[in-house]
């Protein structure tokens, strides 16, 4: 007498989530800066205040727990001598939401010329609890204007 067993194999997809994914909220995009004042015969040098540039990132799907990376980089930079900007405090760093940066730039003496500005890179990385990671690329435009 043989016994017989019927083995069943296969694969089920119980409990999947959707890939993570990482988006900008909108509402709260804010990526410009400006700092504008009268001509005063002489470069005049700033520093912008935390909530001038405000980015929110939304993620979403991979397996629920985020965790959110900030970093600034300077691309691009139009002024006099090409060194009147740069990142005076990167802030908080680790939360959805990026509001706390600060940067220094510079406008230029006389009035009606170019404006000086500067445009930096935000980048986003978002992991979930799985090791999955996506980034968001958020460019930001500091200008300094002499009026």
Do not use: H
């Not at 043989?2 to 990526?31: E, H, K, N, R, T």
Request: charged residues 15%.
């Amino acid at each position: 007498m043989f016994d017989m067993y019927i083995v069943l194999a296969g694969c089920a997809q119980q409990g999947a989530s959707s890939p993570l994914a990482a988006s900008l909220d909108g509402a709260s995009l804010q990526d410009i800066a400006q700092n504008v004042g009268g001509a005063t015969g002489s470069v005049v040098t700033f520093t912008t205040n935390p909530g001038e540039i405000d980015i929110t990132v939304n993620a979403s799907g991979g397996d629920g727990s985020y965790t959110f990376t900030w970093t600034l980089s300077k691309n691009v930079e139009n002024s006099d001598n090409g060194n009147r900007f740069s990142v005076a405090s990167t802030g908080t760093t680790n939360a959805a939401r990026y509001n706390t940066a600060t940067f220094n730039g510079a406008r230029p003496a006389s009035g009606g010329g170019a404006p000086f500005n500067a445009e930096f890179l935000a980048r986003c990385e978002v992991q979930d609890g799985a090791g999955d990671i996506v980034n968001v690329d958020v460019p930001i435009t500091i200008e300094g204007v002499s009026l």
